[in-house]
């Protein structure tokens, strides 16, 4: 049977969006491994579906890139290669239930790439009303980092702020990566680093950002992503036992 649909699953609403759910953890967790033949007939009796439910599902994760249909063959899972690795989905079915080192890694450069650069451009274009926005988000941060809130809400929003403010429209659509993937690295990070307020390192990305200072937005954005990556080395740390020093 189908359980309860969790926050931020895929929007198709109701019984299609609880089977693309189960079927793309299935997928990314390794469960239906590459290539394998989906038992269409047995996936239908486990989750109590019809075939049109099933059918509509995995169209929806036929178009994620996950799996594809044959005549002869039926349908089965594609290789890595072919998944949409920027689709929120396919981004956030990565880190549930585990520790993707290797996605984590990929997003810390891509992260280097773009946000130093949008915080340069965002100082540089913004207005009254993005300084308001990334305002609002720190105070959220600062909130939740005394207990009230949501810390991992709070980062997106500022991080969503940041790239509203360069006024790029391609930079904007970044979003879609950078938040799934910030919001994983979140969870995976808040409650196992002791003592951690992100707000000031932020703040000076938004101090910056207010005072039209592009080079100082770029360099203080650079060090919000060296705190990042050592949160993600304390982490691994803690669950490997290695000290932090020898993880970098």
Known sequence: MIGRRTAGSYQGRGLNGDVVEVLGRRILSGEFADGQ??????????????????REALR?????????????????VLPRSEWRLLDPDVVR??????????????????RGIIEPAS??????????????????????????????GNAVD???????????????????RMEVVLETGLAAR???????VQDDD????????????????????????????????LDIEKVRAANSGVPVGDHL
């Open 37 to 54: 033949t989906l038992d269409v007939p047995g996936l239908e009796r486990e989750l109590d579906i019809s075939r049109t439910v099933l």
């Open 60 to 76: 929806v994760l036929k178009a994620k890139g996950l799996v594809d249909a044959r005549p002869k063959r039926g349908t089965f």
């Open 93 to 110: 079915w990565q880190f549930e239930g585990r520790d993707d080192s290797q996605f984590l890694d990929d997003l810390a450069e891509v």
């Open 119 to 148: 915080a340069r451009l965002a100082a540089l274009r913004r207005t009254d009303e993005d300084v308001a926005a990334l305002e609002l988000a720190i105070g959220r941060m600062a909130a939740a980092a005394r207990g009230d």
């Open 154 to 172: 709070a980062d997106v929003a500022f991080h969503r702020a940041l790239l509203a403010a360069t006024h790029n429209e391609l930079l904007v």
């Open 186 to 192: 979140d969870r995976l990070v808040h409650g196992a």
């Open 198 to 229: 992100p707000t000031p390192a932020h703040a000076a990305v938004l101090s910056a950002v207010r005072d039209r200072d592009p080079e100082a937005a770029g360099a203080a954005a650079s060090t919000l992503l060296a705190k990042s990556l």
